[in-house]
């Protein structure tokens, strides 16, 4: 039973919700339903998969988007932390699109261990992407 001041919890599957995760209508979706979902160039060809966000604690803003691409069976797999802004949803695709390119991901720069905790770090990859800062 919930009780008041609760946030009711979803207990559908993202195949109730429709192909995008999302219910119909709606414009949110859950970070469990934007885990997994494909990333594509603007020309369709898929580029990796979205891993998992990262999000800023106080600010509540969506940092970065971790795809992960390459690899079979999860060997040599590489993940990259992309801006958030670089990422835009397709209902067509029923993926994210990026206009960011294999040489683009190549030259980012290198995640750290603890890069989500270095405002360097982002400001070197926002610069990198060409994208305003978030914070």
Known sequence: MQQQGQIPTSTHTAREHGHDGSRAGSATIS???VNGTEVFSPHGDHLGKIDHVMIDKV???I???VMSFGGFLGL??????????????DTR????VTDITKEQ????PKAEANWF?????????YDH???PYYW
């Open 105 to 108: 991901l190549e030259g980012a």
């Open 93 to 96: 695709l029923g993926g994210y």
């Open 76 to 89: 040599g797999t590489s993940e990259h932390p992309i801006p958030w802004q670089k990422l835009r949803y």
């Open 117 to 125: 905790n270095d405002r360097e770090y982002d400001r070197r990859t």
């Open 59 to 61: 600010s509540g803003k």
């Open 31 to 33: 970070s469990a339903d």
């Open 63 to 65: 940092s970065y988007a």
């Open 129 to 131: 992407y060409g994208i």
